[in-house]
C-alpha cells in the first residue's frame, strides 16, 4: 500500500474505534438521560478500548508484515505474549489499587484472573482482527496485481494479434500494382492510393481500443479491392455492408484474417472459383458472413495469414468473450463461415 493509502486506512481505523467507544454512552444517554452517567460509561470503555486498540495497530502494521508474513512466526508470537504479560500487569495493579491496602493482597489473585479474562477477551480479539485485515488487504492487492498483470498480458496480445498485418499480402499487392503500371496506369494510381490509405488505418487507426464500424467497412473494402488485383477473369468476388448505426464501433482489423483466409484458399488460376463476403450490421448485432470454393493449397504456399483462423477465434475471446457466435461449416468443396458479435 502506498503511504496515502496507509494513511486513509489508519483515520478509517481511528475512527472506528472512537465510534465504538461512543455507541455504549449515546446509548446510556438516550435511555437515562443522564449525562454524567454516560460521560462515565465512557471513561470506563477508554483504557480497555485504547489498549485493545494500540495491540491491533501494533500487529496489523508492525507484528504482522514485519515478522508473520516474513517467516519469522516465532518472533510474531513471542512478541505478541510479552505485550500481553504487560498489559495483564498493569490492568490487574489497576485493579488491585482500588481496593483498600488491607484487601490489596487477598485481591490480587481475583484481579489478576478478571484482568486475564478481559485481556485475552480484548487482546486477542485485537490480534485476530488484525490479522484478518491484514489478510483480506492482502489477498484484495494481489488479486489487483493479478489483475492488472492479465490486463497488461491482454493488451500486449491483442496488440500483437492485430499488427500482424500479413506482409505477403504487401509484396503481393505491390508486385501487382508494378504490372498495372504497364497498362493500365490509372487504375495503378488507384490501387497505390487504395494502399496508401489501408497503410495509414493499419499504423494509426488500429493503436485505438475501438474504430468506427464504417471506418472498419471502408477499410475491408480497400483490402478486397487490393486482394482482388491477384484474380484473374475465373474469380467472382461479390461483396455486402450494410450498417444501420453509422456511430457504432468495433475493433480494428477484426475481421480482416477471414477476408484473406477466402482469398488465400478460395482462388485458383486454372479453376472457377467464387468469393462472397457478407457484413451487415442491425441494432447492435454485427452478421459477417464468408464463403469462399475451397482449393487446397500445395505445401510449398506461403502465403497464408500469420494470425490464422485460430488467432482471430483468440481474438474474439479476449475482446467479445460470451458476445460472439461462430459457426464454420465446409461442404461441396466450399468453406462457410458466420460470426455474429454483439457490439
Not at 490492568?91 to 484487601?103: A, K
Amino acid at each position: 500500500m502506498n503511504k496515502q493509502s496507509n494513511t486513509y486506512t489508519l483515520l478509517m481505523q481511528i475512527a472506528v474505534v472512537v465510534g465504538i467507544m461512543l455507541v455504549p454512552p449515546l446509548m446510556i444517554y438516550s435511555f437515562t438521560h443522564d449525562f454524567r452517567t454516560a460521560v462515565l460509561s465512557f471513561r470506563d470503555l477508554i483504557l480497555p478500548l485504547s489498549i485493545s486498540f494500540l495491540f491491533f495497530v501494533a500487529n496489523y502494521w508492525w507484528l504482522v508484515p514485519e515478522f508473520y508474513y516474513k517467516g519469522q512466526k516465532g518472533k510474531y508470537f513471542l512478541i505478541n505474549f510479552l505485550m500481553f504479560v504487560v498489559v495483564l500487569l498493569a490492568v490487574s495493579v489497576r485493579l488491585v489499587n482500588g481496593f483498600p491496602p488491607q484487601e490489596q493482597q487477598n485481591m490480587l489473585y481475583i484481579a489478576a484472573v478478571i484482568a486475564g479474562f478481559f485481556a485475552i477477551l480484548f487482546l486477542a480479539g485485537a490480534a485476530a482482527l488484525a490479522m484478518a485485515l491484514r489478510n483480506a488487504a492482502r489477498a484484495r492487492a494481489l488479486k489487483e496485481q493479478m489483475e492488472e498483470e492479465k490486463r497488461r498480458h491482454t493488451e500486449a496480445e491483442l496488440v500483437w494479434l492485430k499488427n500482424q498485418l500479413n506482409p505477403h499480402f504487401l509484396f503481393n499487392t505491390l508486385n501487382n500494382i508494378s504490372s498495372l503500371v504497364v497498362f493500365d496506369a490509372e487504375r495503378a494510381q488507384e490501387s497505390i492510393s487504395r494502399l496508401s490509405d489501408l497503410l495509414r488505418y493499419a499504423m494509426y487507426e488500429s493503436a485505438k481500443p475501438t474504430v468506427s464500424l464504417l471506418m472498419e467497412v471502408d477499410f475491408m473494402k480497400d483490402y478486397i479491392s487490393l486482394m482482388s488485383l491477384r484474380c484473374n477473369d475465373r474469380t467472382t468476388v461479390s461483396t455486402h455492408f450494410e450498417v444501420a448505426s453509422p456511430s457504432i464501433q468495433i475493433a480494428p482489423l477484426l475481421l480482416v484474417s477471414l477476408i484473406e483466409n477466402a482469398f488465400k484458399h478460395g482462388v485458383s488460376a486454372s479453376r472457377h472459383s467464387e468469393i462472397s463476403i457478407s457484413l451487415i450490421e442491425d441494432g447492435g448485432v454485427l452478421t459477417f458472413m464468408c464463403t469462399n470454393t475451397d482449393h487446397a493449397k500445395g505445401a510449398d504456399d506461403n502465403s497464408g495469414s500469420g494470425i490464422g483462423l485460430v488467432n482471430m477465434r483468440r481474438r474474439l475471446e479476449l475482446l467479445y468473450n460470451d458476445r460472439y457466435e461462430w459457426v464454420q461449416t465446409s461442404d461441396d468443396n466450399r468453406f462457410n463461415i458466420t460470426i455474429k458479435i454483439r457490439l
